[in-house]
């Protein structure tokens, strides 16, 4: 039986997993999670996780283990964002004594996609076009579109032991306004950054939302009431959970949260274009799938990206089904389904 070591690391928590099975059957046996910011080192958390789950390796001996973490990787070794260590493969494979494989957190989200019902409102949450339909998937080209802490892109092609999995950093690529709202926005950015010279992060992530409040604020938002104080007086990083969670009771949570989704559909549409994904668009991360009512609840985001100037771009936009990630395990299943590819091709 095939039991990987799946790992991701992420700025808040490192979660260990036994995964046994095969693609579609995957189960996970047994999970340790530990604060990443608590360890000093990945063989630290590996140690505990290792003593954690010691009762079901006998059960289930590891195959090969396969890594994700947010950075570039570089041959064996990845040099993380948001940790002060770093990862290298040669390290785990003496400490495990089996394969390993080190891949960055969007191509473990991009590895997880065939695994995925698209159907299955537990795993997918599909977003129809504004004319109602639902395109069917055809070919094999898939991409992803994950806004969280940062924003991040890749795409696949194949199945199988034929799937190709491919990071990209698209996330950090220029972003064009819809209209006069995300003109102005931009323009205000320009401004607080001292630069002409914009990236779709700064639009489609968490610091996203937090840049558009701070904009809707420079438009006379917040201005008052005890939600308007809470937003003016809270961090960067604090603005975005309170915008999310008073965005259907306040006028000016409201507005940001669907300026940022604007935005997201805007960058969407760039990244569908590029990769003509028409087995499926898949929008990863945190934000969407914890603000659902954003996406499904009307058509803002359908709308921003179906829209174009060009009428013959928007005929390819309107074969692109589109889905929002909803399973919070999706990097672990990921990780296993690479490991379990590499250990079929080193046969």
Known sequence: MFTALACDVGGTNTTFALISGHPHEFRIVARHRCATQRITSFDEGLSEAMESMVAHTGDHPITRACVSAAGPVHGESVQLTNASWDLHAGEIRDRIGAPVNLINDLEAVCYAVPLLESDNPEQCERLYHPDGTDPIPHGSVRAVVAAGTGLGVGFLSGDGFDLRVFPSEGGHADLAELDGETQRFRDYLRSTRGSDTLEAEMFVSGQGIAN?????????????????????????????????????????????????????????????????????LYLGGGIAAKNLQHFVGDDTFMRAFRTHYNESMQRPLARIPVRVIRDYDVSLFGCAHCAYIQAGRSR
Request: hydrophobic letters at 40%; one cysteine or more.
């Open 212 to 280: 558009a409040a701070c904009f809707v604020e420079t438009e006379g938002g917040f201005s008052s009431g005890r939600i308007g104080e809470s937003v003016r007086s809270a961090s960067l990083e604090e603005k975005p959970p309170i915008v999310s969670r008073h965005a259907a009771d306040d006028p000016d949570c409201r507005r940001a949260m669907r300026l940022f989704v604007r935005m997201y559909g805007k960058f969407a549409a760039g990244t569908a274009l590029t990769f003509l994904p028409y087995a499926g």
